[in-house]
Every structure is written in structure tokens, then in C-alpha cells.
């Protein structure tokens, strides 16, 4: 904590205040997120939506070569998993290699597996638009802390952060841009780490802290006109983090753009559309606020010991977001007036990666409509499964699952991404053509739920033990679970089940429960967010955690279809040999909802 950051140097030269004012001609904008180093990405993304500049939400790929010996193991084995960069027969390897051989493979590599950014650094390529982005959670502090002195700078991108706002005239409408980056993690908020001002990170991540916070609000108070339209851009999602949705009251935004969690499908949505009255919306800014106050309490006399008068005023700052709610019900109904307007006036859009999808705000004559592009779920494998199983349960009956054939997620996404790899396409995207019994099963079917199990498992696996079956289809909920058997012992905990998969990518854990002795089975179920991080997942098998080789692949279907798959362990995430192994005989008896 050394004082007020320097403004952003990546943009043009800033009026008082910190801001830079642009006049665009184009109307279009191109909302993303998540590009994870694929920069040139954003080219093909604003050619193919016709965008005149774009707005992207963080996790965009601040790394340089040097970057990798500050990357902590488990950071970098998260941006293997989820990079676009990497071909997916090396990232398969490198998922399951120790990380002494995953660094030099990286540091060898030819080409950039980290990110492109030292290409656009150099002029080597270019960024065809204006780029405005917030950092996200997995950046390098450094290379951002070299954007703040001026040593680094790429043209056309610009980074939004506490210091610098941006000022866009486009189809007759103002608008601000205000950002904020990095995640929201309560125990971090008052630490800067490897920052040198309010800007905080360390190991490859970054973090918000309430300085930063602080300064956003003192940045938007110097600029406030009422006659633009605001737009605060985060990495960590305002419907997620009260503090965030707090920030948005205290900054009168119109718009909040996020990043969200590996969505297929964008999210748009105001308060109102999801909350019963503004009292509910009040309570879960309360708890935003009591969570918050709670840490202030604990540490506040350290920390006012050690923080200068600048930043004590921004800490004052910090804690005004905290005290910002909406009127309670009481004072509403005494004075109507009162009524928080951004209840039902302000948007939130929470974006899907660029991989899959994105929004477009197109300005015109003072209007911002939106458009959105997701690449969805592809349902097509319940017509193959109706049309291949003539005799259904009476559970799947039941279910009224459609029989007509949808192809909306290829169909939605069209070829955007031409030179995108097999992991972020549905696994039947190259067989469109095929006739429904030789086609891959999509990763969404929940047919694709189960796979071999251990041996353990295949004595239940008949139709014989009815109730047995039943009760594990109830517990197998999520299109993106795992089975993960041969814990021997009663020392692995859900806290190392997250620690070993990561705990940013998982969304459940239940240990099945021995009904004679109340004891935790040798096995649990692991619920994923996608079906990436279900593949990378199925390449731990074999593994160790505290002295327990782990088997770990897809539960087993009752009946013990989901047999006989390439390599004897059922199929992966892109289908397996569906037509050979007989996949396509029968659905899932149950029927959820998707996961978006």
C-alpha cells in the first residue's frame, strides 16, 4: 500500500481526472471474456460479429516468457487445462504429467503455449480493433505493473482499471466505461502481495483489493455526468459477489458486463427478474456487508497503522460501497420514492468464454440493443436414443423426452472458430452427417454420465438390484460427474478431493454412506462444471492421493451399457467408438436439466 496508482498508460493520453475520451464511429461492440492468451482470436471474433471495437472481461492472457517461473504449480496446471493454445494431443499429455516436465515443455515449445501477448507486445501482430479489458484472475502482476509505468504498450488495447476511465461517443449515445479486475476473494482484499500500489497479485493470479475499490469510486465521482450511460466491467460476476453489486449501486451503472463460469450460454438479466421483492435483493447485500465488516473488524487497527492519508481516504471509499444497500421494505412503503431504481433499471450480462459464445450491444440513434451468440447444448442424441431404443422404461416414458431431432448449438454457432481444437467443440460437430447410429454421442447426453466404473461396481451393474440402481441414479445428478473409487483409507477428505481437481472446477462431492455401518464408502462422486474440466479430469486416473491409487472415470449406467469402449475404460469427453461399442442403444432413465 504505497499511495494512489499511476493511470493506465495503454491508451491515449488522459485528460484530468483519468479519462480518456474516443469517438467511435462504428456502433457495434463485441462483449467476450476469457480468451486465455488466444489474442488473435478477438480479430476472427470482431470480423465475424462486424464489431467496431470490443469489451472483453479478464483471464485475457496477460503472460510473458518470463511470467512462467512465477506461476505457481497449480496455476499452471489450470491454464494447460484450459488453454486454447496449447493442440489438444500435447495438452492431454501435459494434463497428465508431473509439473517438472509440463514447465520446460512450455518453456521449449516453439510456439507460444502461455499466450501471444509477447507477439502483440512486439508489433508481430495486431489487434485489428480497439480492445478494452479489466485483467482477470489468472494474469501476470508484473506485465500489468509494466502497463502502469509506460514500459509496455500494445496498440488499439486498452486496460480498464481503478485509475482510468473511458468516454465512447457512439450512435448518439455517451458511454463510460469504468473496470475492475481480478477475483473477489474476502481474505485478500487487504493484501497487495507482489503489487506495488493498489493493483494486487502474486504466482500468476490477481485479486481485487478495497483499495482498488476505493480508487474506482473516487475515479467515477470525478467524472460523474449525468447524461451518459455507465458501464462497469468486471472479471468476477456482480451476481455472484454482493461487494460487486454493491460497487455497481455506488457507481449508478446501467450496464455490468462479467465473465462467467464456463457457461454455454450468455446470461442477461436485471435484479427484478430474479428476486422476489428489493427486499431479497437488500438481504443479499447485507450478507455482502456483514461478510465484509466481519474482516474489517478483525484487522482494521493493523491496518490503519500502516495506510497514509490517500489511502485512508480510499479505504473510506471502500467502506461507502460496503454501507451502499437498496431502502428497506419499511422505508419504501413509507416513501415510494425511495425505491432503488436499479432494482429494476440496471442489466447485467454474464458472458459465456469466447470459445462459446458472446454478446453484441449494437448502438444506434441512442438505443442499445443486444444480440447474443451461444453455443449451447446439442440434444440431438435423445432423437438417436428414442429412435434406437423402441422399448422404454417406464421412467423414461415418463419423462415425455422429445423425439424430434435439434441441432440448434452447431447451427447457433455456425464455423466461427475454424482453427479452434476438438475440446471446445461438441464431439458430434465432425460427424453432422452421419446417420444417427453411427453418430458420436454429444458430451451433454446423459448417456455420457457413466463409464466403466471398478470392478467393485459391475456386480451391481444387472437390473436385478432395482433399488440399488435407483438410489445411485438419484445421487448422480450432473451431466459432468466422475466416479473416483480406490480410497482405501478414511484420510482423503472433500477438501483434498478439491485440492487434487481443483476447486475452481468443482461443484459437488458426495461420499456414498455404508447403510449397515454409517461409514464413507471407498468411493465418491465428483460433479464438474463442463465437460472440459470432466476430461482433464479422467486423465488423473491411476493417480495418488495419500497413498490411494485412484480409479476414476464416469459412473456406470445400471444396466452395464457403456461397456466395451476404446482401451477398455469407456468413452472420453469426444465420444469414443459409439457405433461398436453399442452407445447409442438407450438413454439414461431419469431426465435433469441442463447445466448451463
Given at each position: 500500500?504505497?499511495?494512489?496508482?499511476i493511470?493506465?498508460?495503454?491508451?491515449?493520453?488522459?485528460?484530468?481526472?483519468?479519462?480518456?475520451?474516443?469517438?467511435?464511429?462504428?456502433?457495434?461492440?463485441?462483449c467476450?471474456?476469457?480468451?486465455?492468451?488466444?489474442?488473435?482470436?478477438?480479430?476472427?471474433l470482431?470480423?465475424?460479429?462486424?464489431?467496431?471495437?470490443?469489451?472483453?472481461?479478464?483471464?485475457?492472457?496477460?503472460?510473458?516468457?518470463?511470467?512462467?517461473?512465477?506461476?505457481?504449480?497449480?496455476?499452471?496446471?489450470?491454464?494447460v487445462?484450459?488453454?486454447?493454445?496449447?493442440?489438444?494431443?500435447?495438452r492431454?499429455r501435459?494434463?497428465?504429467s508431473?509439473?517438472?516436465?509440463?514447465?520446460?515443455?512450455?518453456?521449449?515449445?516453439?510456439?507460444?503455449?502461455l499466450?501471444?501477448?509477447?507477439?502483440?507486445?512486439?508489433?508481430?501482430?495486431?489487434?485489428?480493433?480497439?480492445?478494452?479489458?479489466?485483467?482477470?484472475a489468472?494474469?501476470?502482476?508484473?506485465?500489468?505493473?509494466?502497463?502502469?509505468t509506460?514500459?509496455?504498450?500494445?496498440?488499439?488495447?486498452?486496460?480498464?482499471?481503478?485509475?482510468?476511465?473511458?468516454?465512447?461517443?457512439?450512435?448518439?449515445?455517451s458511454?463510460r466505461?469504468?473496470?475492475?479486475?481480478?477475483?473477489?476473494?474476502?481474505?485478500?482484499?487487504f493484501?497487495?502481495?507482489?503489487?506495488?500500489?493498489t493493483?494486487?497479485?502474486?504466482?500468476?493470479?490477481?485479486?481485487?483489493?478495497?483499495?482498488?475499490?476505493g480508487?474506482?469510486?473516487?475515479t467515477?465521482?470525478?467524472?460523474?455526468?449525468?447524461?451518459?450511460?455507465?458501464?462497469?466491467?468486471?472479471?468476477?460476476?456482480?451476481?455472484?459477489?454482493?461487494?460487486?453489486?454493491?460497487?455497481?449501486?455506488?457507481?449508478?451503472?446501467d450496464?455490468?458486463?462479467?465473465?462467467?463460469?464456463?457457461?454455454?450460454?450468455?446470461?442477461?438479466?436485471?435484479?427484478?427478474s430474479?428476486?422476489?421483492?428489493?427486499?431479497?435483493?437488500?438481504?443479499?447485500?447485507?450478507?455482502?456487508?456483514?461478510?465484509?465488516?466481519h474482516?474489517?473488524?478483525?484487522?482494521?487497527?493493523?491496518?490503519?497503522?500502516?495506510?497514509?492519508?490517500?489511502?485512508?481516504?480510499?479505504?473510506?471509499?471502500?467502506?461507502?460501497?460496503?454501507?451502499?444497500?437498496p431502502?428497506?421494505?419499511?422505508?419504501?412503503?413509507?416513501?415510494?420514492?425511495?425505491?432503488?431504481?436499479?432494482?429494476?433499471?440496471?442489466?447485467?450480462?454474464?458472458?459465456?468464454?469466447?470459445?462459446?459464445?458472446?454478446?453484441?450491444?449494437?448502438?444506434?440513434?441512442g438505443?442499445?440493443?443486444?444480440?447474443?451468440?451461444?453455443?449451447?447444448?446439442?440434444?440431438?442424441?435423445?432423437?438417436?436414443?428414442?429412435?434406437?431404443?423402441?422399448t422404454?422404461?417406464?421412467?423414461?416414458s415418463?419423462?415425455?423426452?422429445?423425439?424430434?431431432?435439434?441441432?440448434?448449438?452447431?447451427?447457433?454457432?455456425?464455423?466461427?472458430?475454424?482453427?479452434?481444437?476438438?475440446?471446445?467443440?461438441?464431439?458430434?460437430?465432425?460427424?453432422?452427417a452421419?446417420?444417427?447410429?453411427?453418430?458420436?454421442?454429444?458430451?451433454?447426453?446423459?448417456?455420457?454420465?457413466?463409464?466403466?466404473?471398478?470392478?467393485?461396481?459391475?456386480?451391481?451393474?444387472?437390473?436385478?438390484?432395482?433399488?440399488?440402481?435407483?438410489?445411485?441414479?438419484?445421487?448422480q445428478?450432473?451431466?459432468?460427474?466422475?466416479?473416483?473409487?480406490?480410497?482405501?483409507?478414511?484420510?482423503?477428505?472433500?477438501?483434498?478431493?478439491?485440492?487434487?481437481?481443483?476447486?475452481?472446477?468443482?461443484?459437488?462431492?458426495?461420499?456414498?454412506?455404508?447403510?449397515?455401518?454409517?461409514?464413507?464408502?471407498?468411493?465418491?462422486?465428483v460433479?464438474?462444471?463442463?465437460?472440459?474440466?470432466?476430461?482433464?479430469?479422467?486423465?488423473?486416473?491411476?493417480?495418488?492421493?495419500?497413498?490411494?491409487?485412484?480409479?476414476?472415470?464416469?459412473?456406470?449406467?445400471?444396466?452395464?451399457?457403456?461397456?466395451?469402449?476404446?482401451?477398455?475404460?469407456?468413452?472420453?469427453?469426444?465420444?469414443?467408438?459409439?457405433?461398436?461399442?453399442?452407445?447409442?442403444?438407450?438413454?439414461?432413465?431419469?431426465?435433469?436439466?441442463a447445466?448451463a
Amino acid at each position: 500500500m504505497n499511495g494512489s496508482p499511476i493511470p493506465s498508460a495503454t491508451s491515449m493520453s488522459p485528460t484530468q481526472n483519468g479519462s480518456n475520451i474516443m469517438s467511435v464511429d462504428g456502433k457495434r461492440i463485441l462483449c467476450t471474456a476469457d480468451v486465455r492468451g488466444n489474442i488473435s482470436h478477438l480479430n476472427q471474433l470482431a470480423r465475424d460479429t462486424n464489431a467496431d471495437f470490443i469489451i472483453h472481461t479478464g483471464d485475457f492472457g496477460f503472460y510473458e516468457r518470463s511470467s512462467l517461473e512465477r506461476i505457481s504449480d497449480r496455476t499452471l496446471k489450470h491454464l494447460v487445462q484450459y488453454s486454447t493454445l496449447i493442440p489438444p494431443t500435447v495438452r492431454k499429455r501435459l494434463n497428465s504429467s508431473p509439473i517438472e516436465q509440463v514447465r520446460p515443455t512450455i518453456e521449449q515449445s516453439p510456439q507460444p503455449f502461455l499466450s501471444e501477448f509477447p507477439d502483440f507486445l512486439s508489433r508481430a501482430k495486431r489487434l485489428e480493433v480497439p480492445v478494452y479489458t479489466v485483467w482477470g484472475a489468472c494474469e501476470d502482476v508484473a506485465v500489468l505493473e509494466k502497463f502502469r509505468t509506460g514500459e509496455y504498450q500494445v496498440p488499439n488495447l486498452y486496460i480498464l482499471d481503478e485509475a482510468t476511465t473511458h468516454l465512447l461517443d457512439v450512435g448518439g449515445v455517451s458511454l463510460r466505461l469504468f473496470g475492475l479486475g481480478g477475483a473477489v476473494v474476502s481474505h485478500k482484499l487487504f493484501d497487495n502481495g507482489e503489487g506495488m500500489d493498489t493493483i494486487a497479485g502474486g504466482a500468476g493470479t490477481m485479486w481485487t483489493t478495497a483499495l482498488q475499490i476505493g480508487q474506482l469510486v473516487e475515479t467515477a465521482h470525478l467524472v460523474y455526468n449525468p447524461t451518459e450511460v455507465r458501464i462497469v466491467v468486471t472479471h468476477a460476476s456482480p451476481g455472484r459477489e454482493g461487494l460487486l453489486a454493491q460497487l455497481a449501486l455506488m457507481l449508478k451503472a446501467d450496464f455490468t458486463i462479467s465473465a462467467g463460469l464456463h457457461f454455454r450460454y450468455g446470461i442477461s438479466y436485471n435484479e427484478f427478474s430474479c428476486q422476489h421483492d428489493q427486499e431479497h435483493y437488500r438481504e443479499r447485500l447485507l450478507q455482502s456487508q456483514r461478510s465484509f465488516m466481519h474482516l474489517w473488524e478483525a484487522i482494521r487497527d493493523q491496518v490503519e497503522k500502516h495506510v497514509d492519508e490517500n489511502q485512508a481516504a480510499l479505504l473510506q471509499n471502500a467502506l461507502a460501497v460496503v454501507n451502499r444497500l437498496p431502502p428497506s421494505r419499511e422505508a419504501t412503503m413509507a416513501n415510494p420514492s425511495q425505491e432503488e431504481q436499479a432494482f429494476k433499471n440496471m442489466w447485467n450480462f454474464n458472458l459465456p468464454d469466447a470459445a462459446y459464445g458472446w454478446v453484441v450491444l449494437d448502438v444506434n440513434q441512442g438505443r442499445v440493443s443486444a444480440e447474443t451468440k451461444s453455443q449451447g447444448f446439442n440434444f440431438s442424441y435423445r432423437k438417436s436414443n428414442t429412435q434406437s431404443n423402441p422399448t422404454s422404461s417406464p421412467a423414461m416414458s415418463a419423462s415425455g423426452l422429445p423425439t424430434s431431432s435439434s441441432n440448434n448449438s452447431s447451427n447457433t454457432m455456425g464455423t466461427p472458430y475454424p482453427e479452434r481444437s476438438n475440446q471446445f467443440r461438441q464431439p458430434d460437430w465432425q460427424q453432422q452427417a452421419a446417420p444417427p447410429m453411427e453418430a458420436k454421442v454429444p458430451s451433454n447426453s446423459d448417456s455420457e454420465w457413466k463409464d466403466n466404473g471398478s470392478a467393485k461396481d459391475e456386480k451391481f451393474a444387472s437390473g436385478s438390484n432395482s433399488a440399488r440402481n435407483s438410489k445411485r441414479m438419484s445421487m448422480q445428478r450432473s451431466p459432468y460427474a466422475i466416479y473416483v473409487g480406490g480410497i482405501t483409507n478414511n484420510a482423503v477428505t472433500e477438501d483434498d478431493i478439491r485440492e487434487f481437481f481443483g476447486a475452481d472446477v468443482i461443484t459437488g462431492i458426495r461420499f456414498p454412506l455404508d447403510p449397515e455401518t454409517r461409514q464413507p464408502k471407498s468411493h465418491c462422486y465428483v460433479d464438474l462444471i463442463d465437460p472440459i474440466a470432466l476430461e482433464n479430469a479422467l486423465t488423473k486416473n491411476g493417480q495418488i492421493l495419500k497413498d490411494n491409487k485412484l480409479i476414476i472415470n464416469r459412473p456406470n449406467l445400471p444396466d452395464g451399457r457403456n461397456r466395451g469402449a476404446r482401451n477398455g475404460r469407456g468413452r472420453s469427453y469426444r465420444g469414443g467408438r459409439a457405433s461398436d461399442a453399442g452407445l447409442m442403444r438407450g438413454s439414461r432413465e431419469t431426465s435433469t436439466s441442463a447445466d448451463a
